[in-house]
């Protein structure tokens, strides 16, 4: 997995790098090349006996193939929301506009403005995106690669808690994270955090490793996974100081520490400077005023307590009750293991879970538990080992309640997901979806009865007001990063006023539900 | 570690009667707050 997560972040720069250099026709190439790559990972005759000696090891365990069978369900009811188009807010707003935005203009650039700030930051899961959409322009093959970081995690996972648990124990803890609704939900949109939450699980297994074997290439190695982690999204900064004084303490060396920072910060340096060029901030929008007063860091104590327990008291995304029902135990558990000073690695576990935690109570709570959802592998991890060392009556309560939640988890995610299976088999017509479930209230584009796809003919369009743009399958430039340019041979309005500099433009459609005008600019240039 | 048996309870103390109740409270909890939101949803 260590392998492939390196790829994946070359490839990543890769991508950035031919943006950067305005030569993105030579996409589809390269993305070929990748498939190659991941094809021999894939022939890795290693891999297949290790997968075979897990299978060998499940089919004797009823109870660990009942596990698996949880696991394969929700991935089936996941793969069901991954096929249909996308809903996602945020998908549709950045991920995959900003990507597609590249792909038209044929390079990567900073798209200033209030609506697409994101574009300043480090993107290496909208790379992928980007090779995709250049393959599948709809953006399916973009949210099979984030349901696909969904299974990797849960896989690293397992072989993370192998490293403490037996077969059934490491299923409970990889189950317990995969089957939570929020996992679900990311599963079936091109977000990021699934992707994030990949390479912080590996760079935690590797910082394990390093702590038990002391081979100082597992340490540099989990290092460069922090840094992809960091080149998904900047919030991955907040375990940084965490593996940091994990290292001393371990160490006690101060070179590894600033090995290991080096080596972390090398890896997103690229987008890094290239934010600091285009923006003067290299983690541009924050601290540039530009962002709302929700998205100010938490710096009071009173706060976190609140903050924590929104997890819990009707959440905007729920995660498993499993995780507020052994709270209690967790906290007993990890302070009598700190007072007996016993099993240094476990120590090592819950002070990364324990720091993490602090740092997430800091971040801005914006995400809900999307934050969270990097650092639910290891509670749910620490959660099975402190019941594991507990009361044979634990245990059993610990699995019921697994499966039960799985159980409920399951049907929920299976019934939001039905919407998508008569679209997927074909029985609904793609527009006839989009047009009954994207919100046009609340910004979402797309051309219900496919006139603005024949006025338009593939011309190049000026476009205002409006907020997710990802379905507009026209080439456009929007007035938050461009200022209009003549030549431009029509302007789109969604939910808002034609400026009056552009009074004379004629307006040629109009739409009441999706809120959107066209107009054909006069061609003889009297407009702009 | 030891292996995980099943289904089988018997509780021998308060504090194992304490945990189910408690248990089932935030389950329960945890399951109104699905079906309420799924009935709003669909």
């Known amino acids: 997995m260590v392998e492939l997560a390196i790829i994946l972040g070359i490839f990543g720069n890769l991508v950035f790098g031919l943006g950067l250099w305005g030569k993105l026709f030579l996409i589809k190439p390269l993305t070929l090349l990748l498939a190659v790559v991941l094809g021999g990972l894939m022939v890795q005759k290693k891999m297949w006996l290790a997968v075979w000696g897990f299978w060998k090891k499940v089919k004797k365990d009823k109870i660990a193939l009942g596990l698996l069978a949880f696991g394969g369900a929700q991935a089936g009811v996941n793969l069901i929301g991954a096929l249909g188009p996308e809903l996602g807010f945020d998908a549709l707003w950045y991920h995959l506009t900003i990507p597609k935005i590249y792909l038209q203009f044929g390079q990567i650039f900073y798209l200033r403005g209030g609506l697409y700030y994101y574009s300043a930051m480090p993107k290496l899961t909208e790379m992928f995106y980007l090779a995709s959409l250049a393959f599948s322009p709809a953006g399916t093959l973009a949210k099979l690669i984030h349901f696909s970081f969904g299974l990797l995690s849960a896989a690293a996972l397992y072989y993370l808690a192998k490293r403490y648990l037996k077969l059934r124990g490491a299923l409970i803890a990889a189950v317990m994270f995969y089957t939570t609704l929020i996992v679900g939900w990311e599963s079936i949109s091109a977000y990021v955090d699934l992707s994030r939450t990949f390479f912080e699980i590996l760079a935690l297994d590797l910082f394990l490793r390093w702590s038990e074997k002391r081979k100082p290439a597992d340490l540099y190695e989990s290092a460069i996974m922090l840094g992809l982690a960091l080149s998904v999204k900047l919030l991955a900064f907040f375990s940084l100081p965490v593996f940091l004084i994990l290292t001393f303490w371990k160490s006690h060396k101060i070179q590894l520490v600033l090995k290991y920072f080096i080596f972390t910060l090398i890896v997103p340096l690229p987008w890094l400077i290239w934010s600091t060029l285009k923006t003067g901030n290299p983690i541009y929008p924050i601290f540039s005023g530009i962002l709302d007063q929700t998205h100010a860091l938490v710096l009071n104590p009173l706060s976190w307590g609140k903050e924590f327990f929104s997890f819990f008291i009707h959440p905007q995304d729920p995660i498993s009750p499993i995780f507020l029902i052994f709270l209690p135990l967790l906290i007993f558990g990890l302070v009598k293991m700190i007072k007996e000073n016993k099993n240094s690695g476990l120590k090592k576990l819950s002070f990364y879970f324990g720091g993490v935690m602090l740092g997430l109570m800091v971040t801005p709570n914006t995400g809900g538990a999307r934050f969270l959802l990097p650092y639910l592998p290891v509670w749910s991890l620490l959660t099975v080992i402190m019941v594991e060392q507990s009361t044979r009556f634990l245990k059993q309560v610990l699995l019921v309640l697994v499966i039960l939640t799985a159980g409920v988890n399951l049907g929920y995610r299976a019934l939001a997901n039905w919407k998508f299976v008569p679209v997927i088999i074909g029985r609904q017509s793609r527009t006839d979806f989009l047009s009954r479930n994207l919100k046009f209230d609340f910004g979402d584009f797309y051309d219900v009865d496919g006139r603005l796809d024949q006025l338009i003919n593939h011309d190049w369009v000026y476009v205002i007001g409006g907020h997710n743009w990802f379905y507009a399958d026209f080439p456009f430039v929007h007035e938050s990063f461009s200022s209009f340019v003549p030549g431009l041979g029509y302007i789109l309005t969604q939910n808002a006023i034609l400026p009056e500099k552009f009074q004379g433009a004629r307006e040629i459609y109009a739409n009441s539900q999706t809120k959107i005008r066209l107009y054909l600019i006069n061609p003889f240039g009297q407009n702009d | ?42």
């Open chain 2, 1 to 42: 570690m030891s292996k995980f048996l099943i289904f089988n309870f018997k509780f021998s103390n308060k504090k194992e009667i304490f945990f189910i109740a408690w248990a089932i409270l935030i389950f329960g909890f945890y399951v109104g707050d699905l079906v309420l939101r799924g009935l709003k949803k669909w």
